[in-house]
Nanobody, 117 residues
Framework: QVQLVESGGGLVQPGGSLRLSCAAS????????MSWVRQAPGKGLEWVSDISNGGISTYYADSVKGRFTISRDNAKNTLSLQMNNLKPEDTALYYCARGRGYSADYWGQGSQVTVSS
């Protein structure tokens, strides 16, 4: 069965960095677009970033462009999100998802990122 397991979240001060990882299994990872989507406390889902199946094309929400970098390793079935210059408004539960943004068909359980001094 499809499994997506996120890791790497935590508490970080404003301006700091974190790297999220997502371990994928149960499907042919290399043929799917993958996404990161987040949900802040008390708010709806917000698309963060997509990456094409081969990793050539990447897409970002304006709110994270220039600060976050999505990447993937198809040999290891892993998806990553490098987050730099974090801001308090980046505080959210971050989900790895199979597919593009809100049309993704499988989601992980989420990894909490908290940005606070």
């Amino acid at each position: 069965q499809v499994q997506l397991v996120e890791s790497g979240g935590g508490l970080v001060q404003p301006g700091g960095s974190l790297r999220l990882s997502c371990a994928a299994s149960g499907f042919t990872f290399s043929i799917y677009y993958m996404s990161w989507v987040r949900q802040a406390p008390g708010k709806g889902l917000e698309w963060v970033s997509d990456i094409s199946n081969g990793g050539i094309s990447t897409y970002y929400a304006d709110s994270v462009k220039g600060r976050f970098t999505i990447s993937r390793d198809n040999a290891k079935n892993t998806l990553s999100l490098q987050m730099n210059n974090l801001k308090p408004e980046d505080t959210a539960l971050y989900y790895c998802a199979r597919g593009r943004g809100y049309s993704a068909d499988y989601w992980g359980q989420g990894s909490q990122v908290t940005v606070s001094s």
